[in-house]
């Protein structure tokens, strides 16, 4: 048992939670950290004990790969062997998403703990886009291992307060540099190289960084069935609310039970809309009151969740967006809510 203690990054602060932060990473310890997309659970990547402390914070199975966060460019070689033929692709993919919110899936270098990996040839790499955390990153010099600081299954912390609820009493500290600003987990591919044409991106997880957006650089593709990792993290049910969650794709797939209390997560949560005035809900909470933005709905989205989860509702009924660029992601983590 730890009593965990949040430290704020804050302008004055910054240099001290750094400091405090990098110290406790180089003593073995795990601690809470921000991303651009959700809380990150952070070790050392290159120490193994450092890293099992992270599966056991988490109960997370330790068949489930983690993510290696690098803090730049020039430390990719330290943990992922490039191909020969695939270097091009990883310059542009870089260059125009690095720092930012995309794993990159490569084979590992040896230095890279099976743990970390799961035992896998591969590794998930991405630089963070976060002040606090690229400033961590660096000033510990390693690479830092970092899955999503929720417990096992559930829905990703957006915030230190989320972070605590998950994890309090299990790690050290938690730097607090407020809320998120992407709000969902990275967009994860593998390359696959094509003689003569654009390479293939199969698509592991989407997330901010869209599909129309990688399209400029490579022919972005499903995960072939066989490839499919067997990792809980790509398991149909993810990112669970205690409550029921409903996704539904139309008012009529919802009968209510009488006496039972419902909640709507809304997009735009507006009231003549088809969702919003099917029933008396006893709360509809809206991802993007008004006009509805994307971006922002997806910043939202798990506090939103986390939010309604505490509501003590018989069941959280969420109604579709469409699926088209951050809303692709949304949809997703909508369904393994669900599923
Ligand atoms: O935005 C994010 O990616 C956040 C922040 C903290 O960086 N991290 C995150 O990690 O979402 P996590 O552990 O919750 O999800 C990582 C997923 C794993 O569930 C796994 O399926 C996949 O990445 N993954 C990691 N390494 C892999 C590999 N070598 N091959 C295939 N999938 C891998
Ligand atoms: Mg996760």
Request: glycine content about 8%; charged content about 25%; hydrophobic content about 40%.
């Amino acid at each position: 048992m730890y009593e965990t203690r949040i430290i704020e990054a804050t302008d004055d602060g910054m240099k001290d939670a750094q400091n405090e932060a990098v110290a406790f990473l180089q003593k073995g310890e795990v601690i809470a950290l921000p991303t651009e997309t959700v809380y990150g659970l952070a070790a050392d990547a290159f120490n193994p004990e450092a890293v099992a402390k992270i599966f056991a914070a988490k109960e997370r199975p330790e068949f489930d790969p983690l993510i290696v966060h690098i803090a730049s460019f020039q430390d990719l070689e330290r943990v992922a062997i490039v191909p020969e033929d695939i270097r091009e692709t990883i310059g542009k993919l870089s260059n125009e998403f690095w720092p930012g919110p995309l794993t990159i899936i490569l084979p590992k270098t040896p230095q890279v703990p099976d743990l970390v990996t799961s035992g896998l040839p591969t590794v998930g790499v991405r630089q963070s886009g976060h002040p606090m955390f690229q400033s961590i990153n660096k000033a510990l010099g390693n690479p830092i291992a970092a899955p999503s600081a929720n417990r096992f299954g559930r829905i990703s912390p957006t915030s230190a307060s989320a972070v605590m609820k998950e994890l309090g009493g299990r790690i050290p500290l938690i730097v607090d540099a407020g809320a998120c600003n992407e709000g969902i987990e990275s967009t994860i591919i593998r390359i696959e190289p094509r003689e003569g044409k654009k390479p293939i991106f199969y698509l592991h997880r989407a997330g901010p960084i869209t599909k129309e957006q990688l399209q400029k650089f490579g022919k972005v593709e499903k995960v072939k069935p066989g490839e499919k990792l067997q990792a809980p993290g790509q398991l149909a049910s993810h990112y669970a609310p205690l409550t029921p969650f409903r996704l539904i794709s139309k008012p009529d797939d919802f009968t209510p039970e009488p006496g039972k209390t419902y909640g709507l997560l809304s997009y735009k949560g507006e009231e003549g809309g088809e969702f919003v005035r099917m029933h008396r809900w006893d709360s509809v909470v809206a991802l993007s009151p008004g006009s509805g933005k994307l971006s922002e709905a997806a910043i939202r989205l798990f506090y939103a969740m986390r939010e309604m989860d505490e509501m003590g509702l018989d069941e959280i009924i969420a109604e579709p967006l469409s699926e088209v660029g951050l809303g692709v992601a949304i949809m997703d983590r909508l369904r393994r809510a669900s599923a």
